[in-house]
């Protein structure tokens, strides 16, 4: 009877241990998957890669990638060039970077298009080919001259003072103006124009990555009023220690080269509303986003001309 018992003891012990070593290496598995998708298991996740190329007869230690498969229009590093191939009368960061010409001809290519100040109209001359028809609204009487100069309708008033009968048919409006909470009013008139049901209008609103007001703007007007944004990459060149164009060692008016990230806030409106007008942002809330933020330039000599406010 002894060793029988001494034997179903062991067996017993045995069949223990390897419950308790499968269940040990099923929870070794289990955590190893959690912490693979929490991307924090980079050998874990480069052992994966590794063992599937190495099936396909490739090391990537010995073997990387070609970079000529990456990309074989331009380098993934790079940006693109814009379409508009003219001398352009102004310069980045006087203007928008002309590439923003390109990603507004995508939105308003065959429809009705207004550029709410223009300057001298760099974009505007590159956009308005694409467009079915456009004019111009922009306040000073030199660049109004200068648009005339060039062939381009202007409004030549304030955005305030143009008449609802202009704006109503228009399909797709843009504007890149300082300061920028001055797009709220601006927005809050068109959404509240007498649209005909059906009528839709698509506005487009410009902010510059490296001015800190338009960027802490930009989330208060896009999340209260239902916008979206797309962020388009330019480099129009810049330099390192140049005194002369904004350079690395020089930032001109916050721009240390012509090179950046502009944000673009996209609003749809259209009748019927889909969502009622929201009650105004709060004043006080807008006057802060110039709190701590100090510049040894006025932004209207450069021709960041402010307009008005105005009440929807
Ligand atoms: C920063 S520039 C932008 C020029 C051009 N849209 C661009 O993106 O390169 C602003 C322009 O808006 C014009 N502007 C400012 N407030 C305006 C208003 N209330 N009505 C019409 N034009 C205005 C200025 O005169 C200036 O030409």
Redesign the pocket.
């Known amino acids: 009877m002894q060793p029988k018992v001494h034997l179903w003891t062991l067996w017993s012990a045995v069949r223990a241990s390897l419950a308790m070593a499968q269940l040990t290496f099923r929870l070794l598995c289990m955590a190893g998957a959690v912490v693979a998708r929490s991307g924090n298991a980079s050998q874990y996740q480069l052992d994966q890669w590794l063992k599937k190329l190495r099936v396909k007869g490739q090391d990537p230690k010995t073997h990387p990638p070609d970079p000529g498969q990456i990309n074989v229009s331009r380098p993934s590093f790079a940006t693109a060039p814009s379409i508009c191939r003219f001398a352009t009368a102004?310069e980045y960061p006087?203007?928008?970077p002309m590439v923003?010409a390109d990603y507004i001809i995508s939105q308003t290519a065959g429809k009705s298009y207004v550029?709410?100040?223009?300057?001298q109209g760099?974009?505007f001359k590159c956009i308005q080919p694409y467009t079915r028809h456009a004019f111009a609204?922009?306040?000073?009487q030199n660049?109004c001259h200068a648009l005339r100069r060039r062939g381009i309708q202007v409004a030549c008033?304030?955005?305030?003072t143009v008449a609802d009968k202009l704006l109503l048919p228009v399909q797709v409006f843009?504007?890149?103006?300082?300061p920028p909470e001055?797009s709220e009013g601006w927005i809050r008139r068109l959404w509240s124009l007498p649209r005909a049901v059906g009528e839709t209008a698509t506005v487009l609103v410009?902010f510059d990555g490296h001015i800190p007001e338009d960027m802490r703007f930009l989330p208060l007007l896009v999340a209260h009023y239902g916008g979206t944004v797309e962020r388009i990459f330019f480099d129009e060149g810049g330099t390192v220690t140049s005194r002369t164009i904004p350079s690395y060692a020089h930032p001109q008016m916050w721009r240390p080269g012509r090179w950046g990230v502009i944000h673009v806030a996209k609003f749809e409106l259209g009748a019927p509303q889909l969502k009622p007008l929201p009650a105004p942002l709060d004043v006080q809330m807008k006057l802060a986003i110039h709190t701590h933020v100090r510049t040894p330039w006025g932004w209207e000599s450069h021709?960041?001309?402010?307009?008005?406010y105005v009440r929807a």
Do not use: C, N
């Open positions: 102004d006087i203007r928008s923003v550029e709410v100040g223009t300057r760099d974009l609204i922009e306040m000073e660049y008033s304030t955005f305030e843009f504007w890149f103006v300082w001055l410009g021709g960041w001309k402010a307009g008005e």
